[in-house]
């Protein structure tokens, strides 16, 4: 499936900038399974420095830096992308969880997958979360039915709606109060995955904006969104999968990054000097290109 991914990001400021320094994580990641075929950021005002590079996961990262006065910074970014996520295995043919979880405390050449077994800021280790998602992990079960039945279970447990959360919430709040968004549901997937002993990454983002014909309108549209990527093991490698819309990723979502959280892909962050409060403008478009 091929895409046309226009996100736009608008900052207005009550009082004017002098000095900022912006880091954007707005380019799609090249993958195996993700063609990267154009990618364009249009910054406005525009920046006198901008420096390209790589992150620690190996996300694409640019940094911009304005040293002229703004009262409002936005940037356009554009991208064209051919989607093609491998099929996931059936669940019977993937190996039980308790031997990913061995596979993965025992570090060597998995070390890459081993990292992603830590708390982190936005995914603290949380009791409730590790209790909520042990509950679909029962002894011997195939690591892939165990994250199925969870996705289904969180699609019945978990409510979702704009507006009751920030990046602040808690894990044991949203947990508490059953609802929430994109985010908040993978950082609580995630920190219960990490509990029982499952390497997880949060992925982030886009999801189609309209849905195929005869298809409900997916949650998160129009907006960056976000996933959780779980290891099977050294054999399977990683699987995508949506909380937020109980599906296993396919031909519907384009990949910026991936990281520990949020925190660690933010679409874009930054410093200024000056400001005052601000107002965040935020659009997204994921079109599919005949």
């Not at 109060?177 to 609580?188: A, I, M, N, P, T």
């Not at 990454?201 to 999801?207: A, K, L, N, P, Q």
């Amino acid at each position: 499936m091929k895409y046309r991914v226009r996100h736009i990001t608008r900052y207005s400021y009550s009082k004017g900038v002098d000095l900022a320094s912006h880091m954007l994580h707005l380019r799609p990641r090249a993958l195996a399974h993700q063609t990267v075929r154009e990618t364009t950021l249009l910054p406005s005002p525009a920046p006198l420095r901008i420096h390209e590079g790589v992150d620690h996961f190996g996300n694409r990262v640019t940094w911009m830096f304005l040293e002229s006065h703004h009262d409002s910074f936005a940037v356009t970014a554009e991208s064209l992308v051919d989607v093609a996520f491998p099929a996931a295995p059936a669940p019977a043919d993937t190996p039980a969880w308790e031997q990913v979880v061995a596979e993965a405390a025992a570090g060597g050449e998995n070390a890459a997958a081993a990292e992603f077994l830590f708390a982190s800021p936005m995914c603290a280790s949380d009791p409730g979360a590790r209790d909520y998602v042990r509950q679909s992990f029962p002894a011997g079960r195939p690591v892939m039915a165990g994250v199925l039945e969870l996705l289904d279970r969180m699609a019945k447990d978990f409510r979702f709606r704009a507006g009751v959360t920030t990046l602040a919430t808690p894990i044991a709040k949203v947990l508490a109060s059953r609802e929430g968004v994109c985010q908040d549901f993978s950082h609580l997937m995630i920190s219960g995955l990490r509990g029982v002993g499952l390497p997880a990454r949060y992925v982030s983002g886009y999801i189609r904006t309209r849905p195929p014909p005869g298809q409900m309108r997916r949650r998160g549209a129009d907006q960056s969104h976000a996933w959780v990527s779980v290891w099977m093991g050294s054999a399977l490698g990683w699987l995508d999968v949506d909380p937020t819309n109980r599906i296993v990723v396919t031909d519907e979502h384009v990949v910026l990054g991936w990281g520990r959280d949020f925190g660690d892909v933010s679409p874009m962050r930054g410093v200024i000097l000056g400001g005052g409060t601000h107002e965040l403008e935020v659009t997204v478009d994921l079109e599919p290109v005949e």
